[in-house]
């Protein structure tokens, strides 16, 4: 067995923990000549951070799953191999912090694992997708790779899909798990993978902390995988799914469609543009546009997949930069409204025109409050809410987005429930709401017969969403959907120009209907293995030194949903997370959470005012009160990092 001795200066320089991975990996025989070469390389460089980065910990499930580094800092000449299209090294990096062949096949083993604890006897089926991104298609052939070798089937898509489809297919195809392979709108060197339950939705406990202890029993314990592997009988298969499967999908999606006859009315009254940002939009979007025969455009730099995401700074929807290109080519071209849609296609960012003709970013705050008030007023206005059935009627949202969904479901009478950040919860509550039915045949009726059932003996989601752009309409999917979410933000643009209104202008309807709500997002980035030290730092910080007030507003309360205890509005116990609520006497609020799946730690800032007076004064007023507050935050931070 190979071994590697340290030099003293590596000693020095590397954490412990750096040190224990690298000589596990080094030594361990399914290691490859090629890791070890790089590791090597890396070692006689003295590339002592770049090593840190890499080893300092095990790649770690997050709130979405988990995401990483594919592609080093320090690519190393093992790792960059022969040239390959777009500038690609030939292999991702080796370390237990990257996602690469070695924690792909650890991961999904260990889900194959979990899944042969959970479903003794059955023969057992996973759905697997990918996005455009680097590794993408080859991380989905090792996944099936590593179920196959535990006899489980994998079930593929012959090219690329998004995560809402993967996510639809789980259940469509009776499949008992899913995984996609994608690092949603993360930078061009990041990729990951997320795991689905049999329902469609993300792993949540105790299933994500089960397949961790699987994933980290086998890392530390490699023989431990070769006894389960040595109990299979019978290899899995690899299929390739057909093209029903998509069928299947888009007619979902159409279902969510509540006036077609206004899309028709206005059909040469509105055009649109839209970007897939060379993601996985392009397979569904454009179809979804055309059944319904919306007037858009494509732009056409980017409407194609691409892992280097070579027009952007960035794939996500939630910056302005990434939608420049599409703004432009509506200013062109007198488009009304530009959506985009980010790589794996569960997130949408939208432009639309202001009163003044002038193309301005909607927030996804903005963009789901307008989704949300259209689905209530339409189904309450259709009679499909009433005042028999309407509490049974809901809105799902996380705590970290706009309170205005809140007033929204107080207005038209129907519920609202918040949930813990990341979509997985909101699944989590559709599928509650799923197995209070206690019908098995649910999933195999239409939208309108599962609506119905869903109002006479559980509840109905009516809209779903989160503040970092991520929708959905119906129980159809588990997680968010971007493809559903152009769908449903272009009928809003037709029903308001129906009405004689721009989205601006119904926009403006609701805030002085509901009151003005606005928001703030803040994030500060720490990288690498000290950045992780300093966001626990800081968290840390904030929850034993709380901020006595900001901006001349005494902080009234603070809520800690890593100690405290807490309900949903459906008596439900909320899991514990590290995030801090601190409430301000005038009714703001400021809440810190890091992120699970980035380098990132993130304020959300939020406010509110009387709408009846002068809208564009208070709108700037209250913008200066989050800049101002935003300000104050960072100077706090300063302190608490020194």
């Not at 992780?532 to 900001?550: G, T, W």
């Not at 406010?607 to 200066?624: M, N, V, Y």
Request: aromatic content about 10%; glycine content about 8%.
């Amino acid at each position: 067995m190979p071994t590697l001795t340290f030099s003293d200066e590596a000693k020095t320089k590397l954490l412990p923990a750096t040190q224990r991975n690298i000589e596990r990996v080094y030594g361990d025989p399914a290691t490859t000549a090629r890791d070890r070469a790089s590791l090597d390389e890396l070692l006689s460089e003295k590339a002592w951070t770049e090593l840190d980065d890499r080893f300092f910990r095990d790649i770690a499930f997050g709130t979405g799953g988990m995401r990483g580094r594919t592609i080093g800092k320090v690519v190393t000449k093992a790792e960059a191999g022969r040239p390959q299209p777009l500038d690609r090294p030939e292999f991702p990096g080796t370390g237990t912090n990257m996602l690469n062949f070695e924690n792909v096949h650890r991961a999904v083993s260990a889900l194959g694992a979990y899944l042969l604890e959970g479903y003794p006897g059955e023969r057992l089926s996973v759905v697997i997708a990918h996005d455009t991104r680097f590794f993408s298609r080859e991380f989905s052939l090792k996944a099936a790779e590593a179920l196959n070798a535990l006899g489980i089937d994998a079930l593929l898509f012959a090219e690329d899909r998004s995560t809402p489809q993967l996510s639809f297919s789980v259940r469509h195809c009776k499949a008992h798990a899913g995984i996609m392979i994608t690092a949603s709108h993360n930078p061009p060197h990041d990729n990951g993978m997320k795991f689905y339950s049999r329902d469609g939705g993300q792993v949540v406990e105790p299933h994500a902390s089960g397949i961790t202890k699987k994933f980290q029993e086998f890392a530390a314990n490699p023989p431990a995988l070769n006894a389960v592997l040595g109990a299979i009988r019978q290899k899995g298969k690899i299929m390739t799914l057909d093209a029903s499967v998509d069928a299947a999908y888009q007619t979902a999606v159409a279902d969510l469609v509540l006036e077609p006859e206004a899309i028709s009315a206005t059909r040469e009254k509105i055009k649109f543009v839209y970007t897939p940002l060379h993601g996985t939009g392009t397979r569904a979007t454009p179809a979804l546009l055309d059944r319904f025969g919306f007037r858009y455009t494509m732009v056409e730099a980017q409407s194609r997949g691409d892992g280097r995401f070579p027009t952007v700074k960035s794939p996500n929807p939630e910056n302005a930069e990434a939608l420049e290109l599409a703004i432009r080519q509506a200013e062109a071209e007198n488009a009304d409204v530009v959506m985009a849609t980010d790589p794996d296609a569960d997130r949408m960012g939208v432009a639309v025109r202001d009163a003044s003709g002038k193309m301005v970013l909607l927030t996804g705050n903005m963009i789901g409050s307008i989704m949300a008030y259209y689905r209530c007023s339409r189904l309450t206005a259709q009679g499909v809410l009433t005042e028999a059935n309407r509490k049974r009627g809901v809105v799902i949202k996380t705590f970290v987005t706009t309170d205005l969904q809140k007033r929204i479901a107080e207005k038209f009478g129907v519920g609202c429930i918040d949930t813990l950040t990341g979509f997985k919860y909101i699944g989590e509550k559709m599928y509650d709401y799923e197995k209070a039915l206690n019908d098995p045949g649910y999933g195999e009726k239409s939208a309108k017969e599962r609506r119905a059932e869903a109002l006479a003996r559980s509840r109905f989601l009516i809209f779903g969403g989160e503040e970092s752009y991520g929708y959905t309409g119906g129980d159809y999917v588990r997680d968010k959907d971007a493809n559903a979410a152009v769908l449903m933000f272009a009928e809003v643009a037709a029903w308001a120009k129906s009405q004689g209104r721009t989205l601006a202008e119904y926009l403006d309807a609701i805030y002085r209907e509901a009151g003005f709500y606005t928001e703030r997002l803040g994030t500060l980035t720490f990288e690498g293995a000290q950045g992780a030290q300093q966001i626990a730092k800081l968290l840390a910080s904030f929850r034993a030194q709380p901020p006595a007030a900001y901006q001349g507003q005494a902080v009234t309360r603070v809520e800690d949903f890593g100690l405290q205890d807490f309900e949903d509005a459906d008596g439900k116990k909320i899991p514990k997370e590290t995030m801090l609520l601190f409430h301000l006497a005038d009714g703001s609020r400021m809440a810190v959470r890091g992120s699970g799946t980035e380098p990132k730690i993130k304020f959300y800032f939020f406010t509110r005012a009387d709408a009846s007076g002068d809208l564009e004064a208070i709108k700037k007023q209250r913008k200066a009160f989050l800049e101002a507050w935003w300000t104050d935050v960072q100077e706090d931070v300063k302190k608490r990092v020194s």
